[in-house]
């Protein structure tokens, strides 16, 4: 079974920066899929960012691009989000997927992790 585990949460002013790490702990299939939602809330959960084995698709939210930027180390089954100019609105938990089935206007993850919260004050 595979868990992910995310880390690198925490409170950051708007305009700073915070980069998330998470564990794909297990052994997930080969080729597999990494990637990021969040949870605002009293929202729904929304797709983030998501990232192919070699790293030749990758896929952001119109929300966070320019900004954010996904990048995985496949010798350590890790995937990074590193959030810059980052804003109130980018307040959420974050969650880390792992595997399953993406393109460019869909992700759904097969392993969720339990997330970690992200707060960006004004």
């Known amino acids: 079974q595979v868990q992910p585990v995310e880390s690198g949460g925490g409170l950051v002013q708007a305009g700073g920066s915070l980069r998330l790490s998470c564990i794909a702990s297990?052994?997930?299939?080969?080729?597999?899929?990494m990637g990021w939602f969040r949870q605002a809330p009293g929202k729904e959960r929304e797709f983030v960012a998501a990232i192919s084995w070699s790293g030749d698709r990758i896929y952001y939210a119109d929300s966070v691009k320019g900004r954010f930027t996904i990048s995985r180390d496949n010798a350590k089954d890790t995937v990074y989000l590193q959030m810059n100019s980052l804003k109130p609105e980018d307040t959420a938990v974050y969650s880390c997927?792992?595997?399953?089935?993406?393109?460019?206007?869909?992700?759904?993850?097969?392993?969720w992790g339990r997330g970690i919260q992200v707060n960006v004050s004004s």
């Open positions: 297990g052994r997930p299939f080969p080729n597999y899929v």
């Open positions: 997927a792992v595997d399953g089935e993406f393109g460019s206007d869909y992700y759904y993850p097969t392993f």
